[in-house]
């Protein structure tokens, strides 16, 4: 049997499984065959819906085992403690979080708007001696991602805030060397608040963002145009793929070298 499902957490904690549904396949069988298969997983959880509300959570139906969800996720050495049923985390991310870290130098400041319970942040900290400053809006999140900066030993150099990008951004212009925009949809809403984060001689920016076959095209634009509002150049260095939503729609990263037009 074919069955999609990712696995959060350890062999060591227990693991969460969340599943796909399959037509034609009842939830409890999906449940008895990934417990057949993972002995480690303790609940097992049905997507019943799309990303809603606020904070853009899914929710998860328990189908089988245990009603405590909440996990610790190892990954290259990190710790994430939280909980699928009230905050997001993608485990298949693990190697785009890599990605955007190794393009940190050392002694930037970086800025992770919706930090989430911290993936990215905690990844670029631990591979580059960088300060890191990440703003998460849902409060399960925040309180997670305060969690696993302490769960790492990372507090000299992660800074959790928990609130809105559209309020902590001001009090944060002018400041950073890198921002980092992980939410592909509707990050580019806040697309002026990234750019007056950036300092005055320049930075780099990761833009989200999802489509069809345009979505690099269509990136590029938005990111330029609010760029130029704010006389700014927004020089694109690429792009890349990181998943798929559906047949011809992607999550993909756009990255940036922002600079004011007379900062050669």
């Avoid at 037509?23 to 449940?31: I, R, T």
């Avoid at 909440?70 to 298949?92: A, I």
């Avoid at 900290?125 to 890191?132: D, F, G, I, N, T």
């Amino acid at each position: 049997m074919r069955i999609a499902y990712d696995l959060i957490g350890s062999r060591e904690t227990g693991a969460v499984a969340i599943v796909e549904p399959v037509e034609g396949v009842s939830p409890e069988k999906l449940a008895d065959e990934i417990l057949r298969r993972h002995p480690h997983v303790k609940s097992v959880l049905l997507k019943a819906g799309e990303r809603e509300g606020e904070f853009r959570v899914r929710p998860l139906r328990l189908v089988a085992g245990s009603e405590d969800t909440e996990v610790v996720h190892k990954e290259y050495g990190l710790r994430f403690k939280l909980d699928p049923r009230l905050v997001y985390f993608s485990p298949r991310e693990a190697e785009e979080r890599r990605r955007v870290a190794s393009q940190v130098q050392d002694g930037e400041l970086v800025y992770v708007m919706f930090a989430g319970v911290g993936p990215y942040a905690l990844v670029i900290a631990s591979m580059r001696r960088a300060l890191v400053i990440g703003v998460e809006l849902n409060p399960h999140a925040a309180r997670y991602f305060g969690e696993n900066v302490r769960l790492n030993r990372l507090g000299s150099r992660v800074y959790p805030i928990e609130g809105d990008v559209s309020y902590v951004s001001p009090a944060l212009y002018g400041k950073f060397d890198r921002v980092v925009m992980p939410l592909p949809k509707g990050a580019y809403l806040f697309l002026r608040h990234a750019l007056k984060s950036i300092r005055p001689e320049g930075g780099y920016l990761h833009f989200y963002y999802w489509g069809g076959d345009d979505v690099f095209q269509r990136g590029r634009e938005l990111v330029s145009r609010e760029a130029l509002t704010l006389g700014l150049q927004a020089i694109y260095l690429g792009g890349r793929k990181v998943s798929s939503y559906a047949p011809r729609v992607w999550k993909v990263r756009l990255d940036f070298k922002v600079l004011s037009f007379n900062v050669k």
